[in-house]
């Protein structure tokens, strides 16, 4: 065979369209052709040994070693086709053929082979003849190999991740993927690799900004070929919308929330200021008594006080119910679905709504037994609010005796919880009827209603798995009826909130109390009198007397303080006393930052809300001495 030292040979191979390249007896390269170098845009002294192997792809250079080798070792023939990158870092594939070849003396010499441009067959092959189809599709198209490398994409991928395509094939396609989906999908992958088609593969791809975006894939293989088909539809946009519909549902739940209490304002005002008035008025009396009880009949005078203090704790209770009402009723957090009695949440919109109906109609209420539900009670609270003042406003004012509004509880034959609102009016218009849970329409004069109350209401009960309808009672007036599905685990129904039994002390306990407000730590101190109470107004007060001997059976710490918090002091001890860390109570009057709710969920201790009764904090402490 003729060397190509030999000049003629030499100018014919250096003329060729072919890549030719010339192994030695060592198998590294000695030789490559002007088309080689013009291809791979590389010297010749960098391709020379094993530099040549460089311009292969990384999924293929392994493999097309070892065929090298093995062929070599052999003294055989061979025949590969692998990706090697052009000049201008795109990989093409190629096809590459080698034989052995022996000099002048017949002794092995080495190899000699030639490489091939096949890329365009390839691709043509992979797309079964439908090549304008593919690169004109606007959807998201793609061969991968089974080596983890993309081997052909349409231009929807560059125009929406950015990258070019070259980018694109060069780097195993799972580093494209999100950090936090790339077990899935390579989980999928795997699935695909042994026949299997993927239907529904949902992840995030980066995009060359640095953002990513959501694709849902459809996928099949080609075990013959090693190879996947794939197209992706980009999903990013409506998961967006979606997001941006939920939050705005959010948010229109808590505008019209917000313009209830608005709405409410004034009558929740009137209410507390009633009780208010008395609950001042009979203590003022009973210090008034109290200065008087040296003289006169002492038993009088004490019955007097009695009854004093019993309207004073019956004003308060009010008060307590009233306030409790506003802290569920506004609570502005996510949606907190729990198992609960509808009846109690009843109770509290009418304590809410009952300034809007003491003055148009009197309250009736025929309550029959109901299942209890899986709901959140602001949510739910915010639905009996608004039928209360809605079915208000649809009486005259003033006529009260003349109206009715009925509060009715019943089971359904499906064994659903029916709550209905009855009233007395006008009915409801029959052109309007079927309109009326539409956003923005109301039938009020305009500055009254915002038309997005019974819109709401209809979207909180739907998504609570209930139904929420309208119908003309015979006669005359209206009926709204909301329906809510039963809690199926029965296992999750449990006794509702009591008030506590008056407990019984087994011993006495030592009790620190932890508040800035003094008047909580006397209280305290005189309804827990059967006990040895200790008081402090700071936190850090509070930690001195733990870090030294002293040990307490429990400690009542308020929440929120100046300075250090009760918050800080639990973790102060939970670092240096853990064991007194353990036997804290946090008391609260419900006014939770951020950090405090996140505070409460992370912390098990127990806690109690102010306003508290006495019953209820005696039966607390007799937990931790019993």
Known sequence: MASLECDPFRALVEQSPTMVWRSGRDAGCDFVNARWLAFTGRSLAQELGDGWAESIHPGDAAASRALYLDRFARREAFEREHRLRRHDGVYRYVCD???????????????????????????????????????????????AGFDGYLKRVNPSWTRTLGWTEAELLARPSIEFVHPDDRAMTLAARSLLTQGEPLRALTNRYQCRDGSYRWFEWRSVSDPARRQVYATARDLTTEREARETREQLQRQLILADRMASVGTLAAGVAHEINNPLGYVIANLDMLAEEMRRMSAGS???????????????????????KIVRGLKTFSRAEEERRTVIDVRPVLELSIDMAFNEIRHRARLVKDYGETPRVEADDARLGQVFTNLLVNAAQ????????????????????????????????????????????EPFFTTKPVGVGTGLGLFVCHNIITSMGGEITAANLPGRGAVLRVTLPAVVDRALVGAGPTEPPEATASRRAR????????????????????????????????????????????????????????????????????????????????????????????????????????????ALVQRFVS
């Open 97 to 143: 053929r080698g034989a052995p070849y022996h000099d002048a003396d017949g002794a092995f010499a080495g190899y000699i082979g030639s490489c091939v441009d096949v890329d365009d067959r390839r691709r043509a092959e992979a797309v079964a003849g439908g090549v304008e189809f593919f690169e004109m599709s606007l959807d998201h198209m793609c061969v």
């Open 298 to 320: 002492l038993a009088a005078q004490m019955a007097e006080c009695v009854e004093m203090a019993g309207d004073a704790k019956e004003g308060a209770e009010r008060i307590r």
């Open 394 to 437: 649809a009486l005259p004012d003033g006529g009260a005796e003349a109206n009715e509004i009925r509060v009715v509880t019943s089971t359904d034959a499906l064994g659903r919880a029916v709550i209905e609102v009855r009233d007395t009016g006008a009915g409801i218009p029959e052109g309007v009827l079927g309109r009326i849970f």
């Open 511 to 618: 009790v620190l109390v932890v508040d800035d407000e003094r008047a909580v730590g006397v209280i305290l101190a005189r309804v827990l009198r059967a006990h040895d109470m200790t008081c402090v107004t700071t936190a850090r007060e509070a930690l001195e007397l733990l870090l030294s001997d002293q040990r307490f059976d429990v400690i009542l710490s308020d929440l929120m303080m100046p300075a250090m918090s009760g918050m800080d002091l639990y973790e102060e001890l939970a670092l240096r006393r853990p064991e007194a860390a353990e036997r804290m109570v946090f008391m609260s009057g419900g006014a939770f930052t951020p950090a405090a709710l996140a505070f409460l969920e992370r912390v098990p201790n127990e806690r109690i809300e102010k306003p508290f009764t006495a019953a209820a904090v005696r």
